[in-house]
């Protein structure tokens, strides 16, 4: 089946640096990819829609010019939190669809970030 | 997009048949309802996805009504490795490819030995 892979899978950074996140589809194009955030017993929150070649379209509430996603190939899409605070420590998660007529997501195996 | 409606938390003994029942009243004509199982911290895992009536695989059953306002996991003897959360998923992800699917606050199931 379709593969998503996630790098790094964990991370600790210092408060006020830039973290990159990388989410790749391992045996397939991805022509769209999602990028969710979960805390702590709760559900997954969508940040932001990544589509190859065009701006990302993110969700009310999202900052994009402090989440920056990159989806330049069509199996690489990235998500940089840029100045990181304490309270961007989360789970996130990528996600990506096969083709445009599928009706799956494939998730990766997300990454926790901690800000210290 | 439509809401779903999951209940919060289940508990099954080991071998016990168990139904999940998600609600989504305001359900499209195009969308479909997939399940998805997550285990903690990690990312969701399809489970089945349905349109209409039944669909069945390896490991679970999905009751659609005709009227498709909600829709039932079915998970067949269950094992503590089960323990996880369901989360039900309505949406139609066909059409120009930039739907986007939101996750609700899904089911914790509970399996006891």
């Known amino acids: 089946g379709a593969v998503v892979s996630q790098h790094p899978s964990w991370v600790i950074c210092k408060s006020g640096t830039s973290v990159k996140i990388e989410c790749r589809s391992l045996d397939f194009q991805a022509t769209t990819m999602f990028w969710y955030r979960q805390f702590p017993k709760q559900s997954l929150m969508l940040m932001a829609t990544s589509n190859e070649g065009s701006k990302a379209t993110y969700e009310q509430g999202v900052e994009k010019d402090k989440f920056l996603i990159n989806h330049a190939s069509l199996t690489l899409s990235t998500l940089t939190v840029t100045s990181a605070h304490p309270e961007d420590s989360s789970f996130y998660i990528c996600?990506?669809?096969?083709?445009?007529?599928?009706?799956?997501?494939?998730f990766g195996p997300g990454t926790r970030l901690t800000v210290t | 997009l439509a809401k779903t409606t999951q209940p919060i938390s289940m508990d099954s003994y080991e071998g016990q048949e168990v139904n999940i029942t998600c609600s989504h009243n305001n359900i499209a004509t195009n969308d479909y309802i997939t399940w998805y199982q997550q285990f903690p911290s990690q990312g969701p895992r399809f489970i089945i996805q349905?349109?209409?009536t039944k669909v069945k695989n390896e490991v679970a059953s999905l009751f659609i009504p005709a009227d498709r306002k909600s829709s039932t996991l079915s998970l067949p003897r269950v094992s503590l490795s089960d323990t996880a959360v369901y989360y039900c998923l309505v949406g139609d992800m066909s059409s120009g490819g930039y739907q986007k699917v939101t996750f609700g606050t899904g089911t914790k199931l509970q399996v006891i030995p």
């Open positions: 996600s990506a669809r096969a083709h445009l007529a599928a009706n799956e997501q494939y």
């Open positions: 349905g349109y209409k």
